[in-house]
């Protein structure tokens, strides 16, 4: 809980200090490297196995109950525009770069880095978390798009090799409606912002030296990733209240 009440407050922090354009482009355009265009192959390839995966096994049971596959691709492509895509690229950024963040930030910690910068009158939550909290946000609606296509791709390419479902049938957008579009960038942004804020709230808490260091890392990996599926619940149960 004190966790979640310090991220709340370096949500508040980032927010005011977003409002009053302090903002380190060039550092913004760093993490977003880091986070974004070095993630893009991690998510490619696991939301490749996950589309093939995920086709085979439904076309399998589909075919034990009716052999017939035109709803196959759109059934597919409507789960990864608003769950797969979002969720997995929540999970595989929280891993891979909540991790990073909360180490970087935490040796920062421990090593009184954070002390002297306040000391120089450097605000760290400015410097540190702003940078980081607007990169991943868009890291992973990027990420979260290109996950859905490739998953969609290797999707396809599982239905029309093993099952014959023509390219033209499986891109089939006959359940997609701009809600489930608008639904799938509203989890991305969600999950992009609380990864940040979750590991740099485990690295200011850290103490102790390096074993403390390595307890924030596991506390961001772990706290980011529950949050994030925690979160696509909550969001999926109130958008679906809202538009009945």
């Known amino acids: 809980m004190l966790l979640i009440a310090q991220a709340l407050r370096l949500l508040w922090l980032t927010a ?17 490297h880091e986070a974004g265009v070095r993630s893009a192959l991690f998510v490619g390839i696991t939301m490749a196995f996950v589309g093939m995966v995920g086709v085979y096994q439904s076309a399998s049971q589909m075919a034990k109950v009716l052999p017939e596959f035109s709803a196959l691709g759109g059934a597919v492509i409507h789960s990864a525009v608003r ?14 770069v ?14 009184d880095q954070l002390d002297a910068m306040r000391l120089c009158s450097v605000d ?46 499986f891109l089939s957008l006959r359940f997609m409606r701009m809600s489930d579009v608008t639904m799938g960038v509203t989890k991305s942004l969600v999950f992009g912002a609380t990864i940040p804020l979750v590991a740099c709230a485990c690295g200011f808490e850290a103490t102790g030296g ?29 958008w679906e209240m809202s538009t009945r």
């Open 16 to 32: 005011w200090a977003v409002l009053r354009l302090r903002l380190r482009l060039r550092e913004v355009l760093v993490q977003f």
């Open 124 to 169: 760290p939550v400015e410097h540190l978390v702003v940078p980081r909290f607007l990169s991943s946000m868009l890291a992973c609606l990027a990420l979260a798009v290109l996950g859905c296509v490739v998953g969609i791709a290797a999707g396809m390419a599982v239905a029309y090799t093993g099952f014959s479902v023509l390219p033209d049938t």
């Open 83 to 96: 769950e797969m895509g979002p969720i997995m690229a929540g999970l595989l950024l929280a891993t891979r």
């Open 210 to 238: 390096s074993e403390g260091v390595g307890r924030a890392t596991t506390r961001a990996v772990t706290l980011a990733s529950f949050l994030v599926i925690v979160q696509d619940a909550v969001i999926s149960l109130l």
């Open 98 to 111: 909540g991790t990073g963040m909360a180490a970087e930030i935490g040796s920062m910690s421990v090593t």
